[in-house]
């Protein structure tokens, strides 16, 4: 079984910046992509970043330039550095982990993540 904790967000105003951490925890491959998405009240669950064992990264359009996803594979964590944060990215952001080659996936809590004007 998987864990995932996620830590970092709060209350910002905009321009400012965060740092998103996720930390896992349980029997895991290293083989495995981990991203971060976020889904707002009445909105779908979109896709923020994701970064791959090997270190490839793909960015939703609405963040790339402003969002950087690292991985840290002895520490079984993944960060998310946002910077220049507008309110449009007030959302709950959830941390992902899928497992290459299999259907498994596991979902963090989700941490809350809000910009004000």
């Known amino acids: 079984q998987v864990q995932l904790v996620e830590s970092g967000g709060g209350l910002v105003q905009a321009g400012s910046s965060l740092r998103l951490s996720c930390a896992a925890s349980?029997?895991?491959?290293?083989?495995?992509?981990m991203g971060w998405y976020r889904q707002g009240s009445g909105k779908q669950r979109e896709l923020v970043a994701a970064?791959?064992?090997?270190?490839?990264?793909n960015y939703a359009d609405s963040v790339k330039g402003r969002f950087t996803i690292s991985r840290d594979n002895a520490k079984n964590t993944v960060y998310l550095e946002m910077n220049s944060l507008k309110p449009e990215d007030t959302d709950v952001y959830y941390c992902?982990?899928?497992?290459?080659?299999?259907?498994?996936?596991?979902w963090g809590q989700g941490t809350q993540v809000t910009v004000s004007s």
């Open positions: 992902r982990l899928a497992v290459v080659g299999t259907t498994l996936e596991y």
């Open positions: 970064i791959t064992a090997g270190g490839r990264t």
């Open positions: 349980g029997s895991i491959t290293s083989l495995s992509t």
